[in-house]
């Protein structure tokens, strides 16, 4: 039963759906646009730091205009295709907003440059989701104590296969040689192309460290205690990194730095990390490993499909080639220490 009339049909016959005025819900999202802004007038910057949501950005390196400035992570950087992004120190970035550097002042960051090298590491061997500690870093110092606390060459080796995994060069450097000779603990790496450093606690080599890092973005890594922030405080006096002791009875070193922190060497940079105790390994590609023994990997085109290289690996090429003397006298040393990095993966 209608209660409308014919009158009233006809004088609402103008009217139609279209013409109903509906009130929007106040607890609804707003439509977004697909087409996101450009930011063609974006300003590029290099991230020195990361402290809690909030980013130091060294911004017109080189010129007047060059300044040290705060930004925050824009939402759009966690929402890509790829998942949420993480922005790191070494990162080259686009900034938007107030980018004056002001006290106060907060920019925004909406774009990160292509990267050409991330350092990873994972919780644990079994764990392939990694943490990007550093990115386009291009060689790694590593800091290892000749005693005060002992040197960890399994430790070492877990560096070092991070750093072929990344294609960063590493360089080695031993600490507190006054105290022990590092010599044995060097005979664990004779078979690999380390550049290597050794200081004494009252003499560090400053010089050659220098000329070694100009030029280059270095991050440091090492053990909790063997003296890494101290020999950046040396390099970098301004860095004011703040160190410790090592345990008289554990000997182990304390934990002190607490954030990784990009300082500026000559024309590089150095990354200083918090010391680890740990260095997790679930994300590498053992492909990555070969890639850094060039003369291996060449000759492991002929070993077969599946391949471990090693040494009850039936039919390796790598292997029968050393037995034959092929690659030498160093060849024994090269191979005993890439299957030690390899077998590293599994341990």
């Known amino acids: 039963m209608s209660w409308l009339t014919d009158d009233d049909d006809e004088a609402y016959s103008e009217y139609d759906e279209s013409s109903a005025r509906v009130r929007p819900n106040s607890k609804g999202s707003k439509p977004r646009t697909k087409n996101r802004p450009e930011h063609a007038d974006a300003v590029p910057g290099h991230v020195f730091t990361v402290d809690r949501g909030r980013y130091g ?187 410790g002791r090592v345990n008289d009875v554990t000997g182990r070193g304390r934990h002190t730095s607490s954030s990784t922190v990009s300082y500026r060497i000559g024309s590089g940079w150095i990354v200083d990390t918090p010391g680890v105790r740990s260095f997790g390994l679930g994300h590498v590609d053992p492909a990555n490993i070969l890639g850094a023994f060039a003369d291996l990997a060449e000759i492991a085109q002929d070993c077969p499909r599946g391949c471990t290289h090693l040494p009850d690996s039936p039919d390796c090429a790598i292997i029968e080639a050393v037995d034959a003397g092929v690659l030498g006298d160093s060849g024994r040393l090269r191979l005993d220490s890439f299957q030690r990095l390899i077998s590293t993966l599994g341990s």
């Open 57 to 243: 950005v060294w911004v017109g390196e080189g010129t007047a205009e060059e300044r040290q400035l705060t930004a925050t992570k824009s939402r759009d950087l966690g929402r890509s295709p790829e998942g949420r992004i993480s922005v790191v120190p070494g990162d080259w970035v686009d900034l938007v907003g107030d980018v004056s550097g002001d006290e106060g002042s907060l920019a925004r960051i909406v774009r990160i440059h292509p990267r050409s090298s991330l350092l990873r590491r994972s919780a644990d061997d079994t764990d392939a989701v990694e943490r990007i500690i550093v990115a386009n870093a291009d060689q790694m110092l590593i800091v290892v104590a000749a005693a005060n606390p002992e040197p960890r060459p399994r430790l070492v080796d877990r560096y070092l296969v991070a750093a072929y995994d990344a294609g960063i060069h590493p360089i080695l450097c031993i600490t507190k040689t006054d105290l022990a000779d590092p010599s044995d603990f060097l005979a664990n790496f004779a078979g690999l192309d380390l550049t290597i450093v050794t200081s004494r606690s009252d003499d560090v080599p400053l010089d050659e460290l220098r000329a070694l890092l100009d030029g280059h973005t270095t991050v440091a890594v090492g053990h909790s205690g063997v003296g890494k922030s101290t020999l950046v405080n040396a390099l970098v006096p301004e860095a004011n990194r703040a160190t």
